[in-house]
């Protein structure tokens, strides 16, 4: 392949991570901005491990008596915990991976220390309406760097690793499972309506990620390809690892052989098929069919 040609699907090809990476910082911000200005003052929880950090802060201040300047120390809680999750997404994951979500998440504890909290709630007379705008604004904080490619950390980690793995779980069930056991234990220690109102936020919250998030809207993919090509099959299996079906074809007016390729991926993936495909093909052309309904031996990405 021409070098000039390589040279530039690389800087495009970066250019697009970078943008993805900022999309995914963007996302987290939001999140920081919801769950300060609505959720925090009014003592509610979220869902899965940022709800057990809220948790860990809230025993070390109200019942141990520790004291942190007024800065929410959640963030830096929820840092420390997804230290082992990276450690998990680098190893069994991908590296590409791995860095989009330790910038996510580094940029998510600043975003949380650094935004201040008002002393009382914004809408102080209207608890249920605060819970909404805060799920919405937080699920949206969530699921934008999930459209990106990229992840907040916390359960999605651990939910891909074990995807990954072949075990018989999906993310959501394990945040179900992560859930019930904080409100759980929240029921125990709060009030009724604090668990009530968590709960509320969490639903609407689960709402508006599954609204913005793609990652698995199934993609049907065909490339047309003038040649047979193993390195860029290659490619696609060993980067994505996803299946290729090859047919062998013809042009109807050129009378030119042509390879078509077959591949059944997620729409966070898309971008990096692209990639692979204009790097080995630039003049490849390339149909998407989004949204089919894939049954059998497909592997679901988070």
């Not at 052989?257 to 052309?285: G, N, R, T």
């Amino acid at each position: 392949m021409n070098k000039n040609i390589q040279k530039i699907t690389d800087r495009h090809f970066l250019q697009e991570q970078g943008r993805l990476l900022a999309g995914g910082i963007a996302g987290v911000f939001l999140y920081a901005v919801g769950m300060n200005l609505f959720i925090v003052p009014l003592g509610l929880y979220s869902g899965g491990l940022m709800g057990f950090c809220q948790l860990i802060r809230t025993l070390l201040v109200r019942y141990l008596g520790m004291s942190f300047g007024g800065v929410d120390i959640a963030g830096v809680i929820y840092y420390m915990l997804n230290i082992p999750l990276l450690i998990i997404a680098y190893r069994n994951i991908s590296k590409r991976f791995f860095v989009k979500t330790i910038v996510c998440v580094t940029a998510m504890t600043i975003f949380l220390s650094v935004i201040p909290i008002p002393p009382s709630p914004i809408m102080e007379d209207d608890v249920l309406a605060s819970c909404v705008i805060g799920g919405i604004i937080c699920g949206a904080g969530i699921g934008i760097p999930l459209r990106m490619g990229c992840s907040g950390g916390g359960m999605d980690i651990l939910g891909l690793a074990l995807i990954k793995q072949r075990k018989n779980i999906s993310v959501g069930r394990l945040n179900l499972c992560v859930n019930a056991a904080l409100y759980g234990i929240c029921m125990f220690l709060f009030d009724v309506p604090t668990v009530i109102y968590s709960l509320i936020y969490a639903s609407v919250n689960s709402m508006a990620v599954d609204r913005l998030h793609s990652q698995n809207i199934n993609v049907e993919v065909k490339v047309v390809t003038n040649e047979k090509n193993e390195e860029m099959e290659k490619d696609i299996m060993t980067h994505l690892v996803r299946g290729v079906t090859r047919w062998s074809a013809k042009g109807a007016y050129t009378e030119e052989d042509k390879q078509v390729l077959y591949i059944l991926l997620s729409k966070y993936e898309l971008a990096h098929l692209k990639y692979i495909v204009k790097k080995h093909d630039p003049h490849a052309f390339i149909v998407e069919n989004e949204g089919v309904n894939i049954s059998g031996n497909f592997l679901k990405k988070l």
